[in-house]
Structure formats: C-alpha cells, structure tokens
C-alpha cells in the first residue's frame, strides 16, 4: 500500500514539474503565492492584536492562513464569526 502511494506521490510531482517547465511559468507563481501567504500571516495578526475583539483570537496555522489566502478579506471575518459562533 505504501508503494502504490509513494507512486502515485511520484507521478503526479513529476507531472507538475513538467506542467511548470512546459507552460514556462518559472518562479513568479511563487513570488505571488509567498506574498499571499505573508499578507494573510499579517492581516490575522493585525486582527488578534488589534483589540478589535477581545473575545477572540485567531490562530496563525496553515488552515487558517490558507482560508485567508483564498478568501482575501472576507476570510477573517468568516473565521471571525465561527469563532464568534462556535465557542
């Protein structure tokens, strides 16, 4: 089982080695996807130390950074609310 998933791990980071050199993106995706993530790091920073609501604290973890980077703004106020929500 451990080599079928080591497997296809290989093939499909092959595949995307491939995608990057063929399409000739080279390195700015990752420029951009860098500077995402900092700003989503600073932003959910900005929110817990702020004061804005002392009731609640966001952590700074891959999923919460991750939902910040996609979602743009509009992701700390929903991870806000669920925090606000849930507990």
Request: charged share 5%; aromatic share 10%; net charge positive.
């Amino acid at each position: 089982m451990k080599f079928i998933v080591a497997g296809v791990l290989f093939i499909s980071l092959l595949l995307l080695v491939i995608i990057v050199f063929k399409k000739k993106l080279g390195l700015s995706w990752l420029t951009a996807f860098g500077a995402h993530l900092v700003l989503s790091a600073i932003v959910i920073y900005i929110v817990n130390f702020s004061g804005f609501s002392a009731d609640t604290y966001i952590p700074l973890n891959p999923m919460t950074i991750g939902t910040v980077m996609v979602l743009g703004a509009p992701g700390v106020g929903l991870l806000l609310g669920l925090k606000l929500i849930l507990i």
